[in-house]
């Protein structure tokens, strides 16, 4: 079981150069809007920040700047300018009504107070369950088929779980084997970089969350050598953060065998077809119908085998 | 009868203290209310003559897939079938439907054939995976 669990973060500010961040920015073809999603400010912060009106920032934020831009901490800092005066938090986004301090009566302060009270109350009286306020455990695991043949498409499913639950920024990184190619990524991925084979997304993570995609060995991948998966997820909440690596199925073997197929008896039975299904539904979303119909047909037929000549496989009954 | 009465009340504070308890872990999500109901379940509605009808009955959560066999007499054919099968083999005489995107409620499912059942015991079984264990869960189904 891969479990990691979050260290405790800072609350301190930094001085950030808003020329660089410019520059690695655009380097690196990003949107402001892709850059303040990612960081969990706006759009207005980030320009705000490259045009050095606020240099200075919360650790945290520069943390997840730094990430984003895929560079050290340090590469972003304003290290010639360092502030002789003890910093000041800048302002992320536009002061709200929220902001404000309430003027109200007295009496609605008192109502305030009481509920605030009552609230308290509730929450101390509550029984805390084993993880409540405990350290959030965080586990992500691979799900792969046993063997893929070459020129056929199949599922990679990697399941992060984080107990107990909360909202986390996440970045998940999988490192997809050169010989294989990504068809589709369900949540749509951010980058996929063909030279490397680097899958990324950046999302939010809650209890359970799945991320997916369809991949394809190469037709001219040849059978009877493997496959290597490897991936890391970093999830981020509040100045917290985390770097796991993705456990779980890290290999498919190369086969003339359909990735269904578990056992490898050239048939796909009824516990085979029921397994599939459970992770299939899981990811309707992707546009799984083709492997679906696929599976159902040798299920019903009884078998198939390896067509050497057409590189697919030939139902059978 | 003062001792009496000292345990009446004992156990009268007991029972409210348990109940009081119970009413906290409710809030807190830590009874888990069991079902006596079966998630599925199939039985016969007729098996003789020349049809075979069964109702199958969806708890909540649905499962994913289902897969309702059904054994018939060896060498006999299906002259129809609602919904239609999605496997035969009449050297066996095994029948499969295949149920996929499945919601809580009753199916009804019919076989005609070109033979009469004389007096064989037929007989079915249901195959899932249960969503909420994952586990393979296999049911017959007899007349």
Partial sequence: MNEEILPGGSQAVVRIDGTKIRALRERKDLTQLYVATVVGVTTDTISRWENRRYPTIKQENALKLAEVLDVELAEILDVENEPDAPLAEEPETAPGPADVAPKGPPLLTIVVVAISLLIGAALLLKPKTVNEGATPIITARRLLPSHVAPGQSFPVLIRISVNPPGTYSMIVRESVPLDCLVIKGLPSYAALDEKSGELKWIGKATDATIFAYLARPKPSTAVGGQLTFAGAATLKQGGESARISIKGDDTVALQQLHWADDNGDHRIDDEEILAVYDQLEAIAQLGVNELQTDVEDIWAAGGYRWDETTGGFVIVP | ?143
């Fill in chain 2, 1 to 143: 009868m003062l001792r009496c009465g000292v345990r009446k009340r004992r156990a009268r504070g007991a029972a409210q203290l348990m109940l009081l308890i119970a009413f906290f872990l409710l809030l807190q999500g830590e009874i888990v209310v069991v079902q006596a109901d079966e998630l599925v379940s199939c039985r016969y509605q007729q098996a003789t003559g020349r049809n075979v009808s069964l109702v199958l009955e969806i708890g909540s959560p649905p499962p994913a897939m289902l897969i309702l066999v059904q054994w018939l007499p060896k060498g006999m054919n299906i002259t129809r079938a609602l919904p239609p099968v999605k496997k035969y083999d009449p050297r066996t005489g095994e029948a499969k439907w295949l149920l996929k995107q499945l919601s809580s409620g009753p199916m009804q499912f019919s076989i005609d054939l070109d033979g009469e059942l004389s007096g064989e015991l037929i007989h079915g079984e249901i195959r899932y995976k249960n969503p909420t264990t994952g586990k393979m869960e296999i049911m017959a189904i007899r007349p």
